[in-house]
């Protein structure tokens, strides 16, 4: 049996704001196998983030156990996180997060810098990254002479060039047009497929949900809600609040106007 890539166990987080405890998530317990794909639903302030903060290594629980990749990262000091995360974990953002003064070499470059690789194994490694993502013609480019897709493929070259085992998405396609969106979507299935990488995703997008994602996990509250393969949590949801929310999610993605970057 396939041992689980990442484990959160009876995890809650707490945040102080004066004297007031605030819970943001509460008794979460839920795994991602190598290889798979899980995605994250629910309305802004039901967790989501924190969730995907702590499994990222980028926050730690307030009690309950979070293993990822075989570290207790709860246990684990500020040094050792930085290290396991730089080992193990890709980011991939909304907004690309490009630093604008760099090329596009010299962003996917960047984590590198933090490695003990010499500059020929840096350079085989960025160069390996950006022809993966179809930008081989591109490498000198600043992001400002990049569409959003390319931006994006930038970003996605950047997160994979450490060859992590886990890579956290939040919204990922949701600055990119519906076409754009589509390529990145069969961009991130072939590379995830190829590398067997496990994926950990934020979106409200159904059509990016049901193209990627193995299962479904929804949240409120800091708790699950419903959690299932994602056609029957998508389509046939068991729970009054995942109805309500799929039909918000499904009258929104109607609504959209398609003012987004290309």
């Known amino acids: 049996m396939t041992e689980s890539i990442v484990q959160v166990i ?3 987080r707490e945040f102080r704001r004066d004297q007031i405890t605030i819970p943001v998530l509460s008794g979460m317990n839920l795994t991602v196998d190598p290889g798979g794909y899980l995605a994250l639903m629910g309305p802004s302030g039901s967790g989501k983030t924190t969730l995907l903060n702590l499994i990222a290594g980028l926050d730690r ?8 990749c075989g570290q207790d990262l709860g246990r684990s000091s500020e040094t050792e996180l930085a290290k396991w995360r730089s ?33 020929r194994e840096r350079d085989e490694h960025v160069r390996t990254a950006l022809q993966v993502v179809g930008l081989g013609d591109r490498m000198d480019h600043y992001p400002r002479q ?18 992590p085992r886990l890579v956290v998405l939040d ?14 979507v069969e961009l991130l299935r072939d590379l995830q497929a190829k ?13 990016v949900v049901r193209a ?17 393969e ?6 046939t949801p068991q729970q009054p609040y995942t109805r309500a929310l799929m039909a918000a999610a499904f009258d929104l993605a109607a609504a959209e106007s398609g003012h987004v970057r290309s």
């Open 10 to 12: 009876n995890v809650s």
């Open 61 to 68: 629980p307030t009690s309950g156990s979070v293993i990822v």
């Open 87 to 119: 080992r193990h974990v890709g980011f991939i953002f909304q907004m690309y997060n490009l630093i604008p003064v760099l090329t596009a070499w010299e962003n996917v470059e960047l984590p590198l810098t933090l490695t003990s690789l010499s500059r």
């Open 146 to 163: 990049l569409s959003g897709g390319q931006e994006q493929r930038v970003a996605i070259a950047r997160a994979l060039v450490l060859k």
């Open 171 to 184: 919204e990922p396609t949701s600055a990119l047009d519906v076409s754009v969106q589509a390529q990145v």
């Open 195 to 207: 590398h067997r990488l496990a994926y950990l995703f934020i979106s409200h997008d159904l059509r």
């Open 212 to 228: 990627m994602a193995h299962r479904v996990v929804v949240l409120k509250d800091g708790r699950v809600v419903e959690e299932g």
């Open 230 to 235: 994602t056609e029957a949590v998508v389509g």
